[in-house]
């Protein structure tokens, strides 16, 4: 996994998502990337 898509993901997850399932929402945009 790319590190900076990773950085960025967990400043969108803090200060984006205020619940579990927001941040897993948001981690599908990063993860599923095929």
Not at 2 to 12: C, I, L, P, S
Not at 19 to 32: I, P
């Amino acid at each position: 996994l790319d590190t900076a898509k990773m950085e960025e993901y967990a400043n969108r997850a803090l200060t984006e998502c205020s619940t579990m399932e927001e941040v897993l929402e948001l981690s599908k945009e990063y993860v599923n990337v095929d």
